[in-house]
T-cell receptor
Framework: AQSVTQPDIHITVSEGASLELRCNYS??????LFWYVQSPGQGLQLLLK??????LVQGIKGFEAEFKRSQSSFNLRKPSVHWSDAAEYFC???????????FGQGTTLQVKP | GAVVSQHPSWVICKSGTSVKIECRSLDFQATTMFWYRQFPKQSLMLMATSNEGSKATYEQGVEKDKFLINHASLTLSTLTVTSAHPEDSSFYIC?????????????FGPGTRLTVL
């Protein structure tokens, strides 16, 4: 069955520290992979996506993610977190033949001053 | 950037009434729109996929007669929760995809909070 797992429900980091949010997926074929951020009162915003090619993907707001097929992972990273990064982060997988998205449970990021 | 709006942003209704939620793509035409449901502190669950001018495709376990979806134009899709009950209380989110390519980005609306008393 297709699924996405975000092992960390809640993460707290200090402002300026580095960040890594984990995402593991289970999918039989080559998936399309996404990271979205959800802030209160706003729609989900796409941070980055991976379809093919270079496994290190650069996104908006200084985020990047690396696709590791051998580990079925697509972890999100940022070298220096800002207070405005506090939000809910969702990893999603999209089967290549339908465009539908399957979301992970989400990780809540809290940033300490 | 592409903007998707939802109306209303929140609604409270009595049990047994029907509620309509609108999803609009403001600056692009959306051939496909998706409806999701999100429970507190949980993930988004896809309810249905709708293509303009055709019937929606519902995910397994989603009641078609309970959640009526209409995608009458390239900029508007509506979700009607019929005979709503307290268990239908949730956060409903739509997304819209501008093109036909499966790789086209989905743009999400801000969501609608439904509370059924």
């Amino acid at each position: 069955a297709q699924s996405v797992t975000q092992p960390d429900i809640h993460i707290t980091v200090s402002e300026g520290a580095s960040l890594e949010l984990r995402c593991n997926y289970s999918y039989g074929a080559t998936p399309y992979l996404f990271w979205y951020v959800q802030s209160p009162g706003q729609g989900l915003q796409l941070l980055l996506k991976y379809f093919s090619g270079d496994t290190l993907v650069q996104g908006i707001k200084g985020f990047e993610a690396e696709f590791k097929r051998s580990q079925s992972s697509f972890n999100l990273r940022k070298p220096s977190v800002h207070w405005s990064d506090a939000a809910e982060y969702f990893c999603a997988v999209g089967p290549s033949n339908t465009g539908k998205l399957i979301f992970g449970q989400g990780t809540t990021l809290q940033v300490k001053p | 950037g592409a903007v998707v709006s939802q109306h209303p942003s929140w609604v409270i209704c009595k049990s047994g009434t029907s509620v309509k939620i609108e999803c609009r793509s403001l600056d692009f035409q959306a051939t496909t729109m998706f409806w999701y449901r999100q429970f507190p502190k949980q993930s988004l669950m896809l309810m249905a996929t709708s293509n303009e001018g055709s019937k929606a495709t519902y995910e397994q376990g989603v009641e078609k007669d309970k959640f009526l979806i209409n995608h009458a134009s390239l900029t508007l899709s509506t979700l009607t929760v019929t005979s709503a009950h307290p268990e239908d209380s949730s956060f409903y989110i739509c997304s819209a995809r501008p093109g036909l390519a499966l790789t086209d980005t989905q743009y999400f609306g801000p969501g609608t909070r439904l509370t059924v008393l």
